[in-house]
């Protein structure tokens, strides 16, 4: 039997909607489950309607349904503004202080004065009734909120407590194994794979859904030894990496769409320069501020050609937080051994969204080295070498200056306008392009999912994995997914695509940046299902758009 | 001890006569009097904008980064930061600075790193062939305002002062030894230094006679005192006919941002040990 369970959670902005998430999830993990969060808000700091999908399933997800099995209301909107999660099993559990609705209703207020907590312990208490319908023991729940709820432990649990007495067991979630995973979000996940990758600097400004990336290094900047700098904009912040970079650290810059705007004259530097730098960019709808809070997959075609003149670039769109944690620690080694620019192409699903990962999963690391300056003078910085990478030393290394340029340069940084040595400089850069794309044939640059043999496939890129793949499986459809979009892996495309009569483009945009990207590597899509109203697609959804595509 | 050669062999393509030649020159000398003093000149770094000016990171022959126009301070900021021990200085022009990344200035300022600013101040785009920049004077006539600028310069000095400057300094081309002392004073004063370099533009702004005229020594005061400072800087308002003070207006000792946001760099084996130690938290 599947195993397939999905609580919606929603409240006011300020009543902890996020942590309750978090702590339900780690419920759900504990008995053995995978789990996955969708998190819900506007933009706004109190007040609104802010509300959680946690799903557990015993096979690896990344999206939430529509439909759930229990509502968790701390306000009326959770009730009102979700009437289509409703089926006829699924069980409410509501404030009854401020909530109207059938079900299990627990004065919220009551609980708190009995054990006079204050008004924020509110979320403690439906994760306490949430636990009783469940079925969930009581010491999973002892140990879970420790971790999640450092401060004021003892109370929390007291609330719970009550309000875990006052409901009755209704639909009992069973435990389906001793599995227990680490339930990170994208961007944490991005985060730990840039540490593994060897980051000694992260400068970023804020922007929502980047910004938790910024909180979750600052945070931790003692831990993993790191210097997190906020700088003035994102033109400082690019360029206050490039700085980092040149003196000899590895450094990421994080931002999301419009903050990209300002640092695009910073990643021609990089380009042309040849400086190693690691860019987050997770995207929110646009354009200009559009969604702030909500996801889209509508800068692929900005990103991967950004930056005025040509250069090589690496950009990767990992759709979960095991692909981010790999690739983002690809990427900052890519950006040292080519001395390039190296995106991550997130979007909100992936960076907010919180995953199951297996850390005895995690594909091995095989990182190489940058080629370093053998110490014999005069150093070069752009020495001509066989494969267009030229040696690197930093200032400070005796007997070498070391000159970069954003002028056209030659050999040893200074600046030219000679046509010999422009073309030179130009076939270098090119060569590493070269380069990059054969060093890429090594790695898993497409990934694949679904019946190898079927003859329609889904191709997508990034989180609209996490539908796709659901669907795929259900429908035995065939799923690829390129990881890596530049350099373009058009050998392992093409003969990945063997077999396939059908292809359909699933993404989340307006015009298909995908479907374009692979027509001008001479693969056609037969159709295309967008969707681009901010929200993730959900697995229903898609198989009701692909039912319209004649699927 | 033998000298580094301080000049590379890149031609020089400055106007004869150019205020540029004169803050090669000094800095030039200022670095070798540092390298017989024990410096090692491999540990300084001199980072330009875009403009005539910049040029001169081509000319000197130490560690450069030519950067893009207006954003040479954020670089150097993340030079600094990244290795404490290098001495950072940047070469910037006054459309460079003042127009196109004035915010960086501000913000260095405002943070108080231990980097220095020279701003060749010829209050006059010159690479891009005749513009007003925000020191002009009222009414000049540049190709993009023939008919005379509206707007009144900026008084760039007030700005640093407010901003948080710690180093504040104005010198003068044709003054030389001044402005050697000024360069030297501001790379050894540990924080932000800030110098404006009035020089002129031998093809589209040649100030040379209203500046041999109008420029005067400094008096003695208490360098520390911002009250006075700010009235000393407020004589000349880069528009008026009054006397162009020359020297260090002002100068106080302040905590560092390279110093405070200093960190313990972890191997890298350590690191991806805490990132798996980080995982197993949130299992």
New interface residues.
């Given amino acids: 039997m599947v195993q397939d369970i999905s609580i919606l959670v929603g409240g006011k902005a300020g009543d902890g909607i996020n942590s309750a998430s978090a702590v339900i999830a780690q419920l759900l993990n504990q008995l053995g489950y995978y789990t996955y969060i969708y998190f819900d808000y506007p933009s706004l700091i109190r007040g609104g309607h802010n509300f959680a999908i946690i799903r557990g399933s015993d096979t690896p997800i990344g999206v939430h349904k529509t439909t759930v099995d229990f509502v968790l209301a701390l306000n009326q909107d959770t009730i009102a503004n979700h009437k289509m999660r409703f089926k006829e099993t699924t069980l409410t559990i509501f404030n009854s202080d401020v909530v109207k609705a059938e079900g299990q209703g627990i004065s919220v207020n009551g609980v708190l004065k009995t054990e006079n907590a204050p008004v924020i312990m509110g979320n403690s208490a439906i994760i306490g009734a949430f636990a009783k319908a469940a079925g969930i023991p009581w010491d999973i729940i002892i140990k879970v909120f420790p971790a999640y709820i450092p401060k004021g432990t003892e109370i929390n649990l007291r609330v719970a407590r009550r309000a875990f007495d006052q409901v009755t067991p209704v639909y009992p979630v069973e435990s389906i194994g001793s599995r227990r995973l680490c339930l990170i979000t994208g961007n944490e996940a991005i985060g730990l794979g840039l540490i593994a990758g060897g980051l000694s600097a992260y400068v970023s400004y804020p922007m929502t859904p980047s910004s938790s990336l910024l909180h979750f290094l600052a945070e931790n900047a003692q831990r993993f030894g790191i210097t997190v700098v906020h700088p003035e904009n994102e033109i400082a912040v690019i360029l206050m990496a490039l700085g980092f970079s040149y003196a000899g650290e590895r450094v990421a810059v994080g931002t999301s769409g419009g903050g990209f705007c300002l640092m695009t004259e910073g990643v021609s530097l990089a380009g042309m320069a040849e400086i190693p730098v690691v860019l987050v960019v997770s995207q929110r709808t646009g354009p200009s501020t559009g969604l702030p809070t909500y996801t889209a997959q509508s800068d692929l075609h900005f990103i991967v050609n950004a930056g005025q003149g040509e250069f090589p670039r690496f950009v990767v769109a990992p759709g979960d937080t095991r692909e981010a944690y790999y690739w983002s620690a690809v990427a900052m080694d890519v950006a040292w051994r080519y001395q390039v620019p190296a995106f991550i192409l997130a979007d909100k699903t992936l960076s907010e969204g919180t995953f199951s990962l297996d850390p005895a999963d995690l594909p091995e690391l095989s990182l190489g080295e940058p080629i370093d300056w053998d110490g014999k003078p005069p150093y070069r910085r752009y020495a001509e070498t066989g494969s267009g990478v030229s040696p690197l030393a930093f200032p400070g290394t005796n007997g070498a200056v070391v000159k970069v340029n954003s002028y056209a340069h030659d050999e040893f940084g200074i600046t030219t306008e000679d046509s010999g040595v422009v073309t030179q400089m130009t076939r270098k850069r090119m060569r590493k392009a070269a380069l990059l794309a054969e060093a890429m044939e090594t790695f898993s640059t497409v990934s694949t999912d679904g019946p190898a043999n079927a003859g329609t496939a889904l191709v997508c890129w990034g989180s609209v994995q996490g539908a796709c793949r659901e669907v795929a499986r259900e429908l035995g459809l065939r799923l690829i997914k390129p990881v890596v979009l530049s350099p373009f892996p058009e050998l392992l495309l093409n003969r990945t695509l063997q077999g396939v009569r059908r292809l359909i483009a699933v993404e989340e945009n307006s015009t298909g940046q995908l479907a374009a990207l692979l027509r001008f590597h001479g693969i056609t899509v037969d159709a295309m299902v967008l969707h681009y109203d901010g929200r993730p697609i959900t697995p229903d959804i898609l198989m009701d758009r692909l039912r319209e595509v004649g699927v | 001890m033998t000298g580094r050669q301080l000049v ?1 062999s ?1 031609q020089n393509t400055w106007c004869p006569g150019c205020g540029n030649f004169t803050i090669q020159h000094t800095l030039k000398t200022v670095l070798a009097g540092m390298e017989q003093e024990g410096t ?1 000149l ?2 300084v ?1 001199l ?1 330009s904008g ?1 403009g005539c000016h910049a ?1 001169i ?2 000319y000197l ?8 126009h207006g ?1 040479a301070i ?10 404490r ?2 001495k950072v200085i940047c070469c910037v022009g006054d459309g460079d600075v003042y127009a196109e990344g004035l ?2 200035l ?2 260095a300022a405002k943070r108080n790193i231990d980097i220095t600013v020279i701003v060749h101040d010829n209050r006059v785009y010159g690479l891009t062939t005749g513009q007003y920049t925000p020191t002009s004077p009222l009414g000049f006539k540049g190709k993009s305002t023939p008919m005379g600028t509206m707007e009144y310069p900026l008084n760039p000095l007030e700005l640093m002062l407010a901003s948080g400057a710690t180093y504040i300094a104005r010198g003068y081309t044709k003054k030389m030894d001044l402005l050697k002392t000024l360069i030297r004073g501001a790379i050894d004063h540990r924080g932000f230094s800030f110098i404006d370099v009035l020089q002129i533009c031998a093809t589209f702004l040649n100030l040379t006679d209203h500046y041999n005229t109008h420029t005067r020594d400094l008096p003695a005061y208490d360098r520390s005192d911002a009250l006075l400072a700010c009235e000393k800087i407020r004589e000349w308002d880069y528009n008026s006919g009054a006397p162009i003070a020359l020297g260090l207006f002002y100068q106080r000792k302040a905590p560092t941002f390279d110093e405070q ?1 200093q ?4 191997p ?1 084996t ?3 040990l ?3 130690e ?6």
């Fill in positions: 590379t890149a090692r491999d540990d770094v980072v875009i040029k990171a081509d022959n130490i560690n450069s980064f030519y950067a893009i954003r954020p670089v150097a900021s993340g030079i600094k930061l990244a290795n021990e290098l915010d960086h501000i913000f946001l960190h313990k760099s972890l890298k350590e690191r991806l805490r990132t798996r980080f995982l197993a938290t949130r299992q």
